[in-house]
C-alpha cells in the first residue's frame, strides 16, 4: 500500500493590513490625468499627474539617427570644445552632445576641482582670474591627446578661452562658442578670444528667459550638431589638420602649421607654465 504523507506548509503572519479597503481601480486619459474608482462604490477622484506636467514643460529629447553617425566619422576622432560665458551652459551641451556622438563628456572645471580641491570661484576669489587661467592651462594640456570628447570650459570670462593667449591647447579641438550676447556687457574683452572659434551659435533672449539651462542646452542641440556637420562637409581637410596639429604637439602655430623641425611660435607659453 501507498503511504500518503501530508504535506507540510508555512503558515505567514501578516500585520497591519486591513484586507476589507477595496482597492480602487485607476485608469489613465490621454490628457495625463488618472481616474480613480473604488470597488462598490460610484465615487470617482480626477487627480492630475505631476510628472506629466514637468515632462510636458521639457523640449522633446533628441535621439540619435544616421546623420549623427555620418557626423561622427567626418570627425575623425577630433574633440569638440564649448567655450562661452555661461559655464553650466558649456557643461550641459558638451554632455548632450557627447551622448549622440558617443563620445566622453569632460568639464575643465570638475577636473580643476577634482585636482585642487578648489572651485573655480574659490581659485579666482584667492588668486584671481590670471590663475584660474593658468590652471585651465595645464588641464587642456593634458586633455590635448584625448580623442572623441566634448570638452566644457570655464566661463564668467575667468578661464582659459577668454584669454587670446591661452588658445593654444583649444586649437585642437573643434571649437563651439554658445554666445549669449544680450545677457553679456557685447564689449567684453572675452569675446575677441572667443571669436577664435569655428562654429557660433548665438542663444536667443525669449530661449534664455523662458527656460533653464539645461532646458536651453537641449533647445541648442539640434543647432550644434548642424553647424559643426556644415563645417567639417565645408572644410574637408579641416579635421585632418587638426589631428597633424595635435601630433606636432599642439605648439600654438594654428592655423598655418610649421613644420615639425621648425621652432613654432607657442601661445599661451607663460600660462602653461602654471602648476596646479
Known sequence: MLKVTKPTCTIWKVSNVNFATPQPRCRQGRDG??????????????????????LQAQPPKRVRHSADAQLVDRLQGISLGFVGDNTQLNCEVAEHTARLLEYVPLATPRIIQQLTGQSPEDIVEAEGLAALGG???????????????????????GGAAARGDCWRYLFGFITIWLDDTWQKDPDAPQREAYQQAEVRVAIAKDESEAMTVPQVAQALL???????????????????????????????????????????????SAASGAEI
Do not use: H
Open 222 to 268: 539640434e543647432q550644434v550638431l548642424q553647424r559643426v556637420a556644415e563645417l567639417v562637409k565645408k572644410d574637408e581637410d579641416l579635421c585632418g589638420k587638426k589631428g597633424v596639429y595635435m601630433k606636432f604637439g599642439c605648439r600654438g602655430d594654428w592655423p598655418d602649421l610649421q613644420p615639425p623641425d621648425e621652432k613654432a611660435g607657442v601661445q599661451g
Open 33 to 54: 490625468s488618472t481616474t480613480c474608482m473604488a470597488k462598490g462604490t460610484n465615487a470617482r477622484k480626477r487627480t492630475q499627474m505631476p510628472f506629466r506636467q514637468e
Open 135 to 157: 590652471a585651465e592651462v595645464v588641464v587642456l594640456g593634458s586633455l590635448s591627446t584625448q580623442i572623441r570628447s566634448c570638452v566644457a570650459t570655464c566661463g564668467s570670462g
